[in-house]
C-alpha cells in the first residue's frame, strides 16, 4: 500500500528557523498543479503550523522540485531571505545534487558523463534527449557510475550538473538504461506504488544564513530493491 505524507508522518530531515528539508515519498506532488491534489508544500506549511502553533499564513518558499513518481530530498524555505538566497545557491549551481537509480541494461562504460541537447514536449510531457543541438532544445550534463549489480538490475549514483526536465529519465534512457517502473521512458512495466526507481539521495550546500556546510542524506524507500541497495 503506498503511504502519501501528511502533516502527521511527514518525514523531516533537516529543519531550523530558516530551512525544512522532508524525504519525499512516491506520489507527493511538490507544488500544486492542474490535478488539484494537495501538495507537499501545503502539508509542509500544515506541519509547521501545527508544530509552533503558529497564528495565521505560514511562510513556505519552494526551492526545487522533484518528479512526482520519484523519491528523496526536498528543500523548502521559511523565509523569503532563505528562499532568495537558496534560489541563487541553486541557480548558480553552488550545491551538489547526487540520485541513486535502478535502471535495467548495463551502460555502455560502468562510469561516464553524458552530455545532451533536452528538447521538451509538452503534448506528452516528456523531453527527448539529443546528441546534438536542435532548436528549442537545452544542454544537459550528469555524471554516473555503477555502484551495486542486482540480480535483474543495476544500481547507479547519478551527479547532476544541470537541472533539466526529467533529464535523469531521458539521458539515462537515451543510453539504453530506462529507469525502473518509468513506463514513459522505456521501461516495460510499472511499479505496484506507481513510482520509479529514482531517488534524490544527498545534498550537499552551504547554509544560507549560518554560512556552515551541509550535507543532508535521504534514507532509501522501505522497498526490497531500494534497501538492498543501501545495505
Request: net charge positive; charged share 25%.
Amino acid at each position: 500500500m503506498k503511504l502519501i505524507s501528511t502533516p502527521d508522518n511527514l518525514d523531516v530531515l533537516y529543519e531550523d528557523n530558516h530551512l525544512i528539508v522532508v524525504n519525499k515519498r512516491v506520489g507527493d506532488l511538490v507544488q500544486g498543479d492542474k490535478t488539484g491534489d494537495t501538495p507537499l508544500s501545503d502539508i509542509v506549511k500544515a506541519y509547521l503550523k501545527k508544530k509552533y502553533d503558529k497564528p495565521g499564513e505560514v511562510f513556505l518558499g519552494v526551492v526545487h522540485r522533484l518528479d512526482r513518481p520519484t523519491t528523496g530530498l526536498v528543500v523548502f524555505a521559511r523565509t523569503s531571505k532563505a528562499l532568495e538566497r537558496m534560489n541563487a545557491l541553486f541557480s548558480n549551481r553552488e550545491t551538489q545534487k547526487t540520485y541513486w537509480a535502478v535502471v535495467k541494461n548495463v551502460p555502455p562504460k560502468s562510469e561516464d558523463t553524458l552530455i545532451h541537447y533536452l528538447k521538451r514536449n509538452p503534448k506528452n510531457n516528456t523531453s527527448k534527449a539529443h546528441s546534438k543541438e536542435v532548436p528549442d532544445s537545452k544542454r544537459a550534463s550528469l555524471s554516473y557510475s555503477i555502484i551495486k549489480k542486482l540480480d535483474r538490475y543495476l544500481a547507479l549514483e547519478i551527479a547532476l550538473h544541470t537541472g533539466r526536465h526529467h533529464q535523469i529519465r531521458a539521458q539515462l534512457a537515451a543510453i539504453g538504461c530506462p529507469i525502473k517502473g518509468d513506463l514513459k521512458y522505456g521501461f516495460d512495466r510499472s511499479n505496484p506504488d506507481g513510482g520509479i526507481h529514482l531517488h534524490a539521495r544527498s545534498l550537499h550546500f552551504v547554509h544560507p544564513v549560518t554560512k556552515l556546510p551541509l550535507t543532508l542524506i535521504a534514507p532509501v524507500p522501505q522497498e526490497v530493491l531500494w534497501q538492498s541497495i543501501e545495505n
